[in-house]
């Protein structure tokens, strides 16, 4: 008995290594675009002896032969599981503004608002704010206007304070309700009612550096206006993630030449080819395996250092072989349901067709983890049939449809006509039945780099 029990705790201390071995593995394989892969695969094959390649490497395609073909999943059992299992096993990174905030987020908000509020979270810019307004949100998300107003209210509730504000001004607000609601902060209560005063009523004077105005339309002391002014700029942040690790480029990263999806129509429906090389490219080394098998043949003599070689490189293969088999499966399931949902943009490549969709939905509908998602649908491009480029997440932000069909009304009104303001812009999409404000046109189209009307009829005239 003593035995078995002793021989039982040997073998789950060999299992645990290899289980944070393949997580790691995993992880980092999800996130990378096939450019990327490519390269981590050649530098597997430079470093572990026990891998191969396998000759007549051919590329593989998914039919999706009807886009109302309801797909179920396979109930997953202990063993499938695996990938859940991957992920609460994660060494975590240094926390996203975003991972810190939907923490929060979830334990307050009301089971009929997260889809709202797993949605503003992922809008939040790399400096905290919320780029967006709640009519843009309520349409996306064909939901209340109010709902919306009441998930962005439960949003400013989160740390770090001012989080999802919309302007400078309500996020110095968000920042001073939380130092005033806080007790233990220590400051004059006199002193914080003045800075509340100066950045309501007094807003307009303040950023325009009035201060003898401000201060007679506010009664102040000059001692007082002071300290108001040394206050704001010495305790409130302009920039309430600054904190945080950027969980987002700062830049729109261009197309390139190669995409990692690409999606070809044929009779029988659409075609998805996943690029890149599979697990069966691949495969363990038929020496290494020959030596494993002969390691408990005690007529063949090895070294300590030569056990552990041959043992850790043949383990390393494998986790590698069934990281990037999982890395596949992924990215099959994710495209399923995309392929399904968004059948009509997919043939067209006319992004009116783009149905409001959300990471959580995917999750759902595919039986992956959430963050899983995320990192499988990150930094990877997709190829429609007319041979349009597009970001994998387009289908998750409405600021990515938004810039396809401005580029769209452009390309189709300007070639033989005068430049499109934003006003006119914003006036073609209210007759697509979008309705978005001027200033919306102007932030999306300066978001990814599509040039003003000025700029673009200088850069017709130039040629």
């Known amino acids: ?31 990378l675009n096939v450019e ?9 094959l430079e470093e572990n ?35 859940d299992w991957f992920e609460t096993r994660l060494a975590a990174p240094p926390m996203s503004l975003k991972a810190h905030v939907w923490a929060q987020l979830r334990l307050i908000t009301p089971p009929e608002l997260l889809p709202i509020a797993e949605h503003l979270v992922e809008l939040l810019d790399e400096q905290g704010y919320l780029r967006t307004s709640i009519e843009e949100v309520a349409l996306l998300l064909n939901v ?3 709902a919306v107003e009441r998930t962005i209210e439960l949003l400013h509730q989160c740390d770090p304070p001012g989080v999802g504000a919309r302007t400078l001004q309500e996020c110095l607000l968000l920042q001073l309700k939380a130092l005033r609601a806080d007790s233990s902060t220590g400051y004059d209560p006199e002193l914080l009612a003045a800075v509340h005063d100066v950045l309501t009523t007094g807003w307009d004077a303040f950023v325009r550096g009035r201060w003898e105005t401000l201060r007679r339309k506010l009664k102040l002391s000059p001692e007082r206006l002071e300290q108001v002014r040394q206050f704001v700029r010495g305790v409130l942040r302009p920039y309430p993630a600054s904190d945080f690790e950027s969980s987002e480029p700062l830049y729109e990263p261009p197309a390139p030449q190669e995409p990692d999806i690409i999606v ?28 494993v098998a002969h390691l408990a043949d005690p007529t063949h003599h090895y070294t300590a250092e030569e056990r552990e070689h041959i043992r850790h490189y043949v383990m390393r293969a494998r986790v590698f072989l069934q990281a990037l088999q999982q890395r596949y499966l992924t990215l099959k399931r994710i495209m399923e349901v995309i392929a399904h949902r968004q059948y009509s943009f997919l043939v067209t490549s006319d992004s009116r067709f783009l149905r409001p969709m959300t990471r959580v939905e995917i999750a759902q509908a595919t039986g992956l983890h959430r963050s899983t998602v995320g990192r499988a649908v990150r930094n990877k491009w997709l190829q429609l049939p007319s041979g349009m480029m597009v970001r994998l997440d387009v289908f998750f932000n409405a600021s990515y449809r938004t810039a396809i069909l401005i580029q769209q009304i452009l390309e189709r009104y300007e070639p033989a006509g005068k430049r499109l303001t934003d006003a006119e812009i914003a006036q073609k999409l209210a007759e697509m039945g979008i309705q978005v404000a001027r200033r919306t046109v102007a932030k999306y189209r300066q978001r990814h780099k599509i040039l003003s009307s000025y700029w673009r009829e200088r850069q017709r005239l130039v040629g």
Do not use: C, N
């Open 1 to 31: 008995m003593m035995s078995q029990v002793r021989t039982q705790a040997r073998a789950e201390a060999k299992v645990t290594p290899q289980a944070s071995l393949g997580l790691k593995v995993l992880a980092q394989l999800l996130s």
């Open 36 to 44: 990327e892969l490519e390269k981590r695969i050649q530098q597997e």
């Open 49 to 83: 002896p026990a891998l191969e390649v396998v000759e007549g490497e051919e590329r593989v395609h998914i039919l999706v032969p009807t886009p109302t073909l309801a797909f179920e999943w396979d109930t997953p059992t202990e063993e499938d599981d695996a990938e």
């Open 144 to 146: 209340e206007p109010e």
């Open 264 to 291: 070809h129509l044929s009779q029988k429906g659409l075609q998805i080819e996943i690029r890149g090389m599979r697990a069966d490219s691949l495969r363990l080394s038929s020496t290494y395996l020959e030596q």
